[in-house]
């Protein structure tokens, strides 16, 4: 597993204003698809291309499109779907499909309740789309749940990471293709494993819950 933070001072200040607890829920959906665009921007560099040839108002050339079959972003219910509009914005021929999966706050379980995917991912390039990396639980749950449709290569993209969840994210997928891309990789987590500094919950905050 490769994990990559992406430094760049628009995303160093936009992160700090996500941070901010005094962010109402607009703003924060705002940053949030502004960082993923810029986060994707990165992420997708090695996806799948072949070349075909156009017809401009002046000549013939030789040019780029994405290769079949398309990406497919996959956005973790509920926060990952406010990402997904940063997501598409870099990639708008890209196909969507969903997995809801949810912690248990007392076992720390994953569960999946929801999933609307594929049938069959052989060749996709599947892009995971979820805030926070925590403990790392339901990144490794999706990642698997993935593979067993035989995606054939998996890039997640989150806001923040803990180092735990890092640790775990690399127990967890072992020696298969996954690349890891943040905007961040904070302290650690505390002992409701919420990632500190990190950004609150950022379900509730992008939808307007947050206390």
Do not use: W
């Given at each position: 597993?490769?994990?990559?933070?992406?430094?760049?001072?628009?995303?160093?200040?936009?992160?700090?204003?996500?941070?901010?607890k005094e962010a109402p829920s607009n703003v924060f959906r705002q940053l949030t698809g502004e960082l993923v665009t810029l986060l994707s921007y990165e992420a997708s560099?090695?996806?799948?291309?072949?070349?075909?040839?156009?017809?401009?108002?002046?000549?013939?050339?030789?040019?780029?499109?994405?290769?079949?079959?398309?990406?497919?972003?996959?956005?973790?219910?509920?926060?990952?779907?406010?990402?997904?509009?940063?997501?598409?914005?870099?990639?708008?021929?890209?196909?969507?499909?969903?997995?809801?999966?949810?912690?248990?706050?007392?076992?720390?379980?994953?569960?999946?309740?929801?999933?609307?995917?594929?049938?069959?991912?052989?060749?996709?390039?599947?892009?995971?789309?979820?805030?926070?990396?925590?403990?790392?639980?339901?990144?490794?749950?999706?990642?698997?749940?993935?593979?067993?449709?035989?995606?054939?290569?998996?890039?997640?993209?989150?806001?923040?990471?803990?180092?735990?969840?890092?640790?775990?994210?690399?127990?967890?997928?072992?020696?298969?293709?996954?690349?890891?891309?943040?905007?961040?990789?904070?302290?650690?987590?505390?002992?409701?494993?919420?990632?500190?500094?990190?950004?609150?919950?950022?379900?509730?905050?992008?939808?307007?819950?947050?206390?």
């Amino acid at each position: 597993m490769r994990v990559q933070v992406v430094e760049h001072p628009l995303i160093a200040h936009k992160l700090t204003q996500l941070r901010r607890k005094e962010a109402p829920s607009n703003v924060f959906r705002q940053l949030t698809g502004e960082l993923v665009t810029l986060l994707s921007y990165e992420a997708s560099r090695d996806i799948a291309t072949e070349p075909v040839e156009i017809q401009t108002p002046v000549a013939t050339t030789t040019g780029t499109e994405l290769s079949d079959p398309k990406p497919l972003v996959v956005p973790i219910l509920r926060a990952g779907l406010g990402m997904l509009e940063g997501m598409t914005a870099m990639v708008p021929t890209a196909e969507v499909g969903f997995l809801g999966m949810a912690r248990n706050e007392e076992t720390l379980d994953i569960i999946t309740y929801a999933e609307r995917l594929p049938d069959d991912l052989t060749g996709r390039h599947v892009f995971v789309l979820d805030p926070m990396l925590a403990t790392g639980g339901t990144l490794v749950e999706s990642i698997r749940f993935l593979k067993k449709a035989n995606a054939a290569k998996i890039t997640c993209i989150c806001l923040v990471a803990a180092p735990e969840g890092i640790d775990r994210l690399r127990e967890g997928v072992g020696d298969l293709d996954v690349d890891l891309y943040v905007a961040a990789i904070d302290e650690g987590l505390n002992e409701k494993s919420y990632i500190v500094p990190g950004l609150g919950d950022a379900g509730d905050r992008l939808y307007g819950l947050a206390e």
